[in-house]
Structures are given as structure tokens and as C-alpha cells.
């Protein structure tokens, strides 16, 4: 495996594995942080769904969940997926895998600078992971930490929760500030002869936006933060309405970057099925240039709707039209996007691998959030649906896609490039169907919920007389097995992975016959990733090109001397 | 950081990478000081009597280190041309110039938060305070990475490795300076 890097060029065990500066190291050690926060995470929605679904009942391996545990356990479930699983799986550890292999460079423009970004985020986990065990517990005040709820010791339960939060969290940010800045500027400056910006694979398109909008979006959450943190430990009262201070503020600052967030996130997954789509329906990817122009108007627009978050705040009632129609806006960009996506497959020589399975069943989860979005983006609806398992349902239905289902669609693809051996095929078909089932069978019975009027965020439903209704409990026992099942079902995947790491076929450079330049190196490729250096002809979906006896077309192989084109 | 070249690296679009990384991370900084700012500006347009706190804050050490930040740019700029024409000791010599400015300014601060405390003006008196400090301060920090930038590139020049650094830390200093140049008359010169 690595091995084959340690050969090539002998280095300590600690610079070869620790304290790597190769971008594919680096990859594989976001990659397991990641991966190892997702079970923190997913364990932690079995306590959430537990209770839910059997108000006060003692928990199998947890016991009696108490209020302000219950709001804990909601605000670290919702911190862990979003910043700790999305991040580094799909943007620091796709982007770094793949960003120097797909455009023909060695490393990363700054190799360095990418190991360090790694640590801190490395130390930024452990953070987190330390404010479980502090006095008061985690942080309890939503994912989202509004103030006056995080704001003093007195509201969040203890001193030390949210403190550590936004120390976590901010080091966080850095982290992938200078991830993000490496994968720009690697993917601007290093890119392989011949290789024009339209060249790129969309997946890098993709990782070079999200990176543009983090780093465009965060700066005012980062001020944000540390307004709060003078807050809560020097006493200032920038969001204490008693000192002349504002709570909504926050709001603005958090949802300024937390609305791009979420394309921060989607991007990259939508870059996954990109890159997949072309290859299992043999068939170029439909409207390249259309795919890219609407990635970059879905980034700008991402930066003017966050106030829709805020509809209910008692933000100024005349920003709820602007912004209602910015929000209906964005679905353009992104349904062209999809599209796009579905006329790849029209007429397409179509094999049904894992990876197109995922990629598939990312697009289909996703039109449903995306749709019911749309609920929740216009001012008059969203007062109703508005903090009910409407929302919850919606935005796992539009997270899901890209994070679990696009990083599944990516593991199945890629891992034989990243560890040299192929997956089990039937395994991974029996891990889609039943991730897509449960999955389904998890949230739908949330979109009811909501429509009944289901309050979210609240430990014990049963204590209202309008939810204990036999319905109510039907629909949160159905969530709840659909959530357990679900979970039980990532075995599959971790023993297919565990298997195959020692047992599995060993995989061949381009065992999908892909044109991109990944599939020209070694699997696993050794540092330094190309033997010679690639020189790049044409883009990256040429499939099927009249008048070629393969019916694709590598992005640096020579053209026939004489032969047209 | 600059090594990228050095290394074998592309540069696919003829801009040094360390200049294009720089300019990305400046892009990260700009986003955070406007982000505070904006906040500012919107809490400053509601309460007109700030006017009266922001009197008491001293214009003339403000106008001061306004000065030597300026001059300091200039150094950083004659340190840059000095490199460009290979004259590495005169570049290490405006370095140490910069550097002297940026000791300067956080002496000058020092003094203006113990007199402004000393009046009873601390960061908890009121919310104009608390920008104060707060921005200043954040400011202060980014002076004090600067020179700790500065000091590491200037050991490196001084042994003749990687000049073309000067260029990318005197981006970074350039745009310090900037950020002065806003928070001098939003924080003094406002009443």
C-alpha cells in the first residue's frame, strides 16, 4: 500500500505516516479522522432517536438521557457531521487525494503547509472531543450556538462547553482556510502541460469553488466568534441586548457563512457523481461549460440568501421577500446542474457498479430535499414549517446525498487507486440498497412529522398533549428503526473495506476505464505520482468518440500523427 | 513556501505560487477585518452619542502610528526593490526598518491602552470600547505576526535563501497597513 512510497524514497516511519507532507498521506489521515467522527456522530443520532421514539425509557449502552443532555447530544450530532465528517471527507480528503493526481502534479503547491493544516484540525478534534468530558458538559445550544443561549455560562449549562466549541470550531476554520488555499492555488498554478482550465475534471472545479466560497464566507463567523468569546470570557456585551448589544447579529454572522456552507459541502459531492456518471453510462458529461457556469453563479448567489434562516428572528419583514426570491433563485444554477447530470445518462451504455449505484441514489435523495427546500425558502411557508422535523428531514435529505451516499459513490470509485485493491461488488450492492431504504424509511416519516406540526429540539415529545397521539408514535417508532438499521447497515461497508484491504483483488491502474489522469499512475500511485510527466491532449469525458476502437479516450494520450483530430 | 519552484513545481499560469497563495490568504484576512467592520458600521449608524466616546480616544498617537506604518511600507517596498536588483544586504537592512516600525507602532499602542485604562476607559465601559479594543487588538495580533513573518524571512535572506519571500511578507505587511489606514478614522477620528 504506502509502502510503495516508503520504497521510492527511504523516510522515518514518522515522516512517512505521522507527520506526512504527501497530499495522499494527508488525504488518508483526514480520511480516518473523518470516518472515526462519523461513528461519534451516527452514535450519537442512536441515542437522539432512541429517546424519541421511547420518551424516558433507558437507552441500550447509554441509560436515562436527561434535558440538557438531550440538547447537548443534538448540538454535537449536528457540529460532528457537518464540520467534522463533511469537511475533511468530502472537501480535505477527496480534494486532497485528488486534486495533484487529476491534474498531472506531484504534490500539492504548498506540501507543508498541507500537513499543518492537517494537524490543526487534527487538534481541533481533539478539542471537541475533550468538551464531552468538562464540567457542565458539551455545548448545548445547537449546532448553530445562537447567543443569548451560548452566550453566558449562566444560559449554556457551564463555563467550558461552549468555550471549547468555538475554540474547536475556530481552529477548525483555519484548518481548512489552509487547506483551501492550497487547493486553489495548486489548482491554478500546477496543473500538467496542456491542460486548460476547461480541461479540468469538474470534480476539481468543484473542490476550487467550495474552497473559494469557505474562504469568501467564513471571515465574518471567525469575527463572529471571537465577539462571542470575548462574551463569554471578558464580559463584553456585544451580543447582550442589556450592554446595547444585538443577539440577531450573530444570526446574520453565523448564517452568512453557514448558508454557503452548505454548498460548501454539496459541491464536492456533486463533483463525485460528476466524475462518475461519464464513466459508467459511457457517454461525455451533458453541458461541461453549463455545469461550471452554474457552479459559479450557484457560489455567488449562495452568499445573498442567508437571511432565510432568519424569517422568524424578527429580522426587518422587508427582507423576507429579497430574500425568499434569492433562495427560489439558487434552485436554478443547481437544477441545471442536475440535469445536466440526468442528460449524461440519456442513452448511455449504462453499468449499474457500486459507484454509479451511489451516484444515482445521490441524485434521486437529493431532488427531494432540494424540492422541499423550496418549503422552506418562501417566507409564507417557512413560518409554519419553521424549527419542526421539516426541517430536519429536509436538510438531511439535501446533506445525506452529498456526504453518506456521495462519500460512499467515492470509496466504492476511488479506494482501489487509494489502496491498490478492489471492493467487493455484491457487498457494495447489498450496502446501497439497504442505506437507500433505511435512509428513506429514516426521514420521510419526518416530513409527516413536520406537516402535523412537530416541534424539533425537544427531549420528550410526549410531554405535549398534541403529540401523543398513537400517529405521532407510530411516525417517530418508524424514524427510529429506519435510523438503528441504517446504522447497522455501514457494517457492511467497514467489512467489505476491512476484508478487502487484505483479500481483495488487486486492482489494476484503470480498473473502470477512466480518461482522467488519476487512472495513468500506479494503484496505489508512489510519491510523486507520475512516472513521467503527463502532458494533457483534450478534456476529461471524452467516451465513446466516433472513430476509435476503445470507447474512451485518456486525457494524455498523444494524438495519431496524421489522424484528424 | 516559496521553495515551489525550486522543488520542480509548474507554475501553469506564470504568477509565482507563493505570490498566488498570498494573495488567497489575504483574500481569508480581508473577509475577516470586513466582516468585523461591516458589524462596526452597523452598531456605529445607531448610536450616534459614540461620537462622544471616540473623542476621548488620542487622535495625535493615532495620526503617529499612522505615520510610521506608512513609512514602514515604504521600507518594505525599498526591501522588495533591493531584491529585485540582488542587492540582498540593502533588502535585509529595510527589513530591519520595517521591523524597528512595527516595534514602533505596538509601543505607541501600549502606551494609549494604559493611558485610555488609567482614564477609566476599559473594554468593558461600553460597546464603543469594546470594538475598541476589540479591533485594535485584532489588529495588533496581525502586526505582531507580521514581524514574526519578517524576522523568519529576514534570517533567511540574510543567509542569501529564498529573496523572492520579501515580496509575499510585504504583501502581507501592505495589507496590515491597509487595515490601519480603515480602523484609524472609523475608531478615532469618527466623532
Known amino acids: 500500500m504506502t509502502t510503495a512510497a516508503a520504497h521510492a524514497h527511504p523516510e522515518s516511519f514518522l515522516r512517512t505516516y505521522v507527520f506526512s507532507t504527501d497530499h495522499k498521506t494527508i488525504a488518508k489521515q483526514y480520511l480516518v479522522t473523518g470516518i472515526f467522527m462519523g461513528i461519534v456522530g451516527g452514535l450519537l443520532s442512536y441515542v437522539i432517536r432512541m429517546q424519541l421514539a421511547n420518551p424516558g425509557q433507558s437507552i441500550p449502552g447509554y441509560g436515562v438521557i436527561g434535558p440538557q443532555q438531550y440538547n447537548a447530544l443534538v448540538t454535537m450530532h449536528g457540529t460532528i457531521m457537518i464540520f467534522w465528517v463533511a469537511m475533511p471527507i468530502l472537501l480535505a480528503a477527496l480534494a486532497n487525494f485528488l486534486i495533484p493526481l487529476m491534474i498531472g502534479a506531484k504534490d500539492m503547491a504548498f506540501p507543508r503547509l498541507n500537513m499543518m493544516s492537517f494537524w490543526v484540525f487534527f487538534l481541533s478534534t481533539v478539542v471537541l472531543l475533550v468538551s464531552f468530558f468538562v464540567p457542565g458538559g458539551a455545548a448545548a445550544g445547537g449546532w448553530t450556538s445562537y447567543p443569548p443561549l451560548s452566550g453566558t455560562a449562566a444560559y449554556s449549562g457551564g463555563q467550558w462547553g461552549v468555550t471549547l466549541w468555538l475554540l474547536a470550531v475556530a481552529l477548525e476554520f483555519v484548518a481548512f482556510l489552509m487547506g483551501g488555499i492550497n487547493f486553489i492555488t495548486t489548482a491554478i498554478n500546477l496543473r500538467a502541460p496542456g491542460m486548460r482550465l476547461f480541461d479540468m475534471p469538474l470534480m476539481v472545479w468543484m473542490q476550487v469553488a467550495a474552497a473559494v466560497i469557505f474562504l469568501f464566507s467564513v471571515g465574518p463567523l471567525i469575527a463572529g466568534a471571537l465577539l462571542l468569546l470575548l462574551d463569554r470570557l471578558a464580559g463584553t456585551g456585544f451580543y447582550a441586548p442589556a450592554a446595547g448589544g444585538d443577539p440577531i447579529l450573530f444570526q446574520h454572522l453565523f448564517w452568512f457563512f453557514g448558508h454557503p456552507e452548505v454548498y460548501v459541502i454539496l459541491l464536492p459531492g456533486f463533483g463525485v457523481i460528476a466524475e462518475i456518471l461519464p464513466v459508467f453510462s459511457r457517454k461525455p458529461i451533458f453541458g461541461y461549460r453549463m455545469i461550471v457556469y452554474a457552479t459559479i453563479i450557484t457560489g455567488i448567489l449562495s452568499f445573498i440568501v442567508w437571511a432565510h434562516h432568519q424569517f422568524i428572528a424578527g429580522i426587518d419583514p422587508r427582507l423576507a421577500t429579497p430574500f425568499s426570491i434569492t433562495t427560489i433563485l439558487i434552485s436554478v444554477p443547481v437544477a441545471v446542474i442536475l440535469f445536466s447530470f440526468i442528460a449524461t445518462l440519456y442513452r448511455g451504455s449504462i453499468e449499474l457498479a457500486s459507484p454509479m449505484l451511489f451516484a444515482l441514489g445521490t441524485l434521486a435523495v437529493f431532488l427531494l430535499g432540494g424540492v422541499t427546500g423550496i418549503h422552506l425558502g418562501v417566507a409564507a411557508t417557512d413560518i409554519y414549517f419553521h424549527d419542526t422535523y421539516f426541517v430536519v428531514a429536509h436538510f438531511h435529505y439535501t446533506l445525506i446525498p452529498p456526504v453518506a451516499f456521495g462519500f460512499f459513490a467515492a470509496s466504492y470509485f476511488w479506494f482501489p487507486k487509494m489502496f491498490g485493491r478492489m471492493l467487493n461488488e455484491r457487498l457494495a450492492h447489498v450496502h446501497f440498497w439497504l442505506t437507500f431504504v433505511f435512509m428513506n424509511l429514516t426521514f420521510l416519516p419526518q416530513f409527516k412529522l413536520g406537516f402535523m406540526g412537530h416541534q424539533r429540539r425537544i427531549v420528550t415529545p410526549t410531554f405535549f398533549e398534541a403529540l401523543r397521539t398513537p400517529e405521532v408514535e407510530q411516525l417517530q417508532s418508524m424514524a427510529t428503526v429506519g435510523a438503528v438499521c441504517l446504522l447497522l447497515s455501514q457494517i457492511l461497508f467497514f467489512a467489505n473495506v476491512a476484508w478487502s484491504l487484505r483479500r481483495g483483488e488487486k486492482a489494476a491502474p484503470n480498473p473502470w476505464r477512466a480518461n482522467t489522469l488519476e487512472w495513468t499512475t500506479p494503484s496505489p500511485p508512489g510519491h510523486g505520482n507520475f512516472d513521467t510527466a503527463p502532458v494533457v491532449y483534450r478534456g476529461p469525458y471524452e467516451y465513446s468518440p466516433p472513430g476509435r476502437s476503445e470507447d474512451w479516450f485518456p486525457q494524455n494520450l498523444a494524438p495519431e500523427k496524421g489522424a484528424g483530430s | ?191
Open chain 2, 1 to 191: 513556501m516559496g521553495t515551489a519552484a525550486e522543488s520542480g513545481f509548474r507554475e501553469a499560469t506564470e504568477v509565482p505560487t507563493g505570490r498566488l497563495g498570498m494573495w488567497w490568504f489575504l483574500a481569508s484576512e480581508l473577509v475577516i477585518f470586513g466582516g468585523l467592520i461591516a458589524t462596526y458600521l452597523l452598531f456605529r449608524w445607531r448610536h450616534p452619542e459614540w461620537g462622544a466616546e471616540s473623542v476621548h480616544t488620542i487622535n495625535a498617537a493615532g495620526a503617529f502610528n499612522t505615520l510610521v506604518l506608512l513609512t514602514s511600507s515604504l521600507t518594505m517596498v525599498l526591501a522588495h526593490a533591493a531584491v529585485e536588483r540582488g542587492d540582498l544586504a540593502r533588502a535585509v537592512r529595510n527589513l530591519s526598518f520595517t521591523f524597528l516600525g512595527g516595534v514602533i507602532f505596538l509601543v505607541v499602542k501600549v502606551y494609549e491602552y494604559t493611558h485610555e485604562i488609567q482614564e477609566g476607559f476599559t473594554p468593558l465601559t461600553n460597546l464603543f470600547w469594546s470594538f475598541y479594543y476589540g479591533m485594535t487588538g485584532l489588529h495588533a495580533l496581525h502586526v505582531v505576526g507580521g514581524m514574526v513573518a519578517m524576522m523568519v524571512v529576514r534570517s533567511a535572506v540574510a543567509k542569501g535563501r529564498d529573496p523572492q519571500r520579501v515580496e509575499f511578507v510585504g504583501l502581507y505587511w501592505h495589507f496590515v497597513d491597509v487595515v490601519w489606514i480603515f480602523l484609524f478614522p472609523l475608531l478615532y477620528l469618527s466623532s
